[in-house]
């Protein structure tokens, strides 16, 4: 037995919800990994802390930190506690991802084409054109299967009622998913037999998943098309993500440079010449993918491939000018596109979002900004955000000037406290914040999400960031029958 | 394979390559040095090293050995060849085994840790050259053990041979510039005994010529022995080897132009006899490698992409 009681020292946050300890004990999802738990010697526990340190950095499972000198390599730091949840919850955030993907796939094909959700009414077109990721070159362009956001990762957190909200749709290239698939590997190793005795539902079936996906976008007529992940190269953050993707999925890595365009068809450079290329899974943002539409100055796409997707020789996944679809300011509309394109009620719950553009809306949140977080709609990964309970004076003046400047580049939401769930920390077991972000992989037979996710946590204390380059770790995600 | 892969499974190779025999020349020089032999001057060394630049002022060798090993602002001091070297796995790291990349790396945070640093200016630096050669054989060992015998590794092994040749005839050329080819005194005789420890061969010299120090028998060890790993000889018939497993991967075109270019440098070994003339033995070595020259820019236009087409 361990000389410290996991259980009773366990205190919570007030105002919080806890994934593990409810007011009557601990939940049921959580009373046989507790147990085992529990019966782990102390100094046992240290030395799992340590292993899965030692298998991060050794194994090279590294992000690289931008703008920070010569991009140092760190560890995303994992930990070990797994973040669990009942088949029963999953199986409505399964239901409600599936809804929201589906209005937001109609809502891209609409505002790409005939754009009915303008005419009608329900989005204003003034934020639409506004939108710096929209993409006029997307204009009319046929889609294979009419399939924008074959992956994405939807951010989901819980206010202290235990609701589940949607922070965040990420349709353009999100990332984690090898975190997903290394902390399940790295749990199996911690805590031995607790995987299956908590009839933990796997998450190895990703990468089998989507290549399924990505192989039935090849529009030639061979039996085996070739896929390639395009990279930005070693130096980007996720560079490790994508080596590993390559490598579960058997297809080339490839880089900008390694990529040519002739007669509007995308060939690899290879030992052995050129060779054609059908499924480009692409991990390089929309404006740096093609210099002759995008930004000119870009050294990591491909000259020519617009014009390629455009011919419908090559896939591009996912399609570009998805951006539109999970800015921020356009994410207050997504429960009315629900009920516009599907005529449903959506499942999942938004954040109420205040439009900085709106007078009356602005007014309300300058008036009351310390009680506010405050985003920038274009800007992900936790940077550009004011989180009006802990800032400075200073920081909230300047936030409140830069509004009054350009009100369309803000959003305003109320600060919801994130739920808990208890981490391993200083040989204890202490509450911190989390999120959850479940990858959504959309093909042709539809919508399909792997059980679990990744789950972020704010290992500082006290802190709601829970971004990677903000202090931020993971942990394995169970969904437990 | 991705032609960008392909280059950078053959640098990787290089940079170790590289690596490895540079570090086994300084052991040696320093070992010399602390042997007292006139010959050693690490200023020299240092201005090698500097791209031909001369130090503001006068180093100690422990100063030179930090420059060469860990100074980052000294383009080719190992540390960088060693993040260069992990920087071409990186690029490359579904093509290579995860048991290998995972070794450079180490050998990566190895060497940037600031221990062995402090080993050097305070330690022994013979320890630290030590360790850093046991990483490469550790590389050596797991690229013979786990690498699959696919085109990677023949870009591997051409790699490898082009940099130990570029490298031995360098060394090589030094060595009779420094003496003439000649030996006129006693120290004579160590620098040559020490130019073949740097280069691993004292031990097989002294099998097939025991007793006798000869400038001319060391050449032609050096440059014909077949038996002798660091040979010239082997370097080439082992580089053709790995080509010619390249075939099957190549395009008709690109295939000759390596077997041709790799050929000629044979030829020109083959039936080249410089004797011991100083000049002539030079000569040589120059024009064989001009023609490695030669295959390293078949493989950048024909396979490594700069002219794929």
Known sequence: ???????????????????????????????????????????????????????????????????????????????????????????????????????????????????????????????????????????????????????????????????????????????????????RSISYRLFPNQIPENKVRPVSDYPDLLMKNLLALGNRHTSRPTVVLLTPGIYNSAYFEHTTLARLMGIELVEGRDLVVDNHKVYMRTTKGLKRVDVIYRRVDDEFLDPLIFRPDSMLGVPGIYHAYRKGNVAIINAMGNGVADDKAVYAYVPAMIKYYLNEEPILKNVPTLRMENDDERAHALENLHQMVVKRTNESGGYGMLIGNTATEKELKEFAEEIQKSPRQFIAQPIISLSSAPCYIDGKLQPRRVDLRPFALSGPDGVEIVPGGLTRVALKEGSIVVNSSQGGGSKDTWVVD | MLSRVAENIFWMSRYIERTNMQLRILRTYYIASQDGVPFVKWDEVFRYYNQGMPAEKSMSANQVLNFILFD????????????????????????????????????????????????????????????????????????????????????????????????????????????????????????????????????????????????????????????FPHSIAYSISQLNRYAQRLKAESLEESYDKLEFSIGKAAAILKYNSPGSNCEAQLALLQSIESNLFQVVQVFNEYYFGSLVH
């Open chain 2, 72 to 227: 980052r602002d000294n383009e080719s001091s190992v540390v960088n060849n060693i993040l260069r070297a992990r920087e071409n796995a990186r690029s490359a790291q579904d093509h290579i085994t995860k048991e290998l990349w995972q070794c450079l790396n180490d050998f990566y945070h190895f060497i940037r840790d600031k221990n062995l640093q402090r080993q050097l200016s305070l330690g022994d630096p013979v320890s630290v050259l030590d360790q850093l050669i046991r990483q490469c054989m550790l590389y050596y060992g797991i690229v013979d053990i786990s690498m699959f015998r696919s085109e990677g590794f023949n870009y591997l092994n051409t790699g490898k041979y082009i940099e130990r040749l570029l490298q031995i005839i360098s060394s090589l050329n030094m060595q009779i510039v420094r003496t003439n080819g000649e030996i006129k005194d006693s120290m004579d005789i160590v620098s040559w005994r020490y130019f073949l420890v740097s280069i691993s061969g004292y031990e097989y010299y002294l099998k097939s010529h025991s007793g006798t120090v000869n400038p001319a028998l060391i050449f032609k060890q050096v440059l014909y022995e077949m038996h």
């Open chain 1, 1 to 183: 037995m361990t000389d410290f009681d996991f259980y009773n020292d366990y205190s919570l946050i007030s105002g919080v919800f806890d994934e593990m300890k409810g007011e009557d004990g601990v939940r049921k999802h959580y009373e046989l990994f507790m147990a085992a738990f529990q019966n782990i010697n102390s100094d046992e526990m240290s030395i799992k802390d340590e292993l899965a340190k030692k298998l991060f950095l050794t194994q090279g499972i590294t992000f690289t930190v931008y703008s920070s000198g010569e991009g140092i390599e760190k560890i995303f730091p994992f930990d070990i506690y797994p973040r669990i949840i009942q088949a029963a919850e999953w199986e409505f955030i399964e239901s409600g991802i599936k809804q929201r993907l589906k209005a937001l796939n109609i809502f891209l094909k609409d505002v790409y084409s005939h754009q009915f959700i303008i005419k009608d009414g329900i989005i204003p077109a003034s934020l639409i054109y506004s939108c710096p990721n929209y993409l006029r070159e997307m204009m009319n362009v046929e889609v294979p299967f009419n399939i924008y956001t074959h992956i994405s990762g939807i951010d989901l957190i819980r206010d202290h009622d235990g609701s589940y909200y949607v922070l965040e749709d990420n349709l353009r290239t999100p990332s984690g998913v090898s975190y997903m698939l290394e902390n």
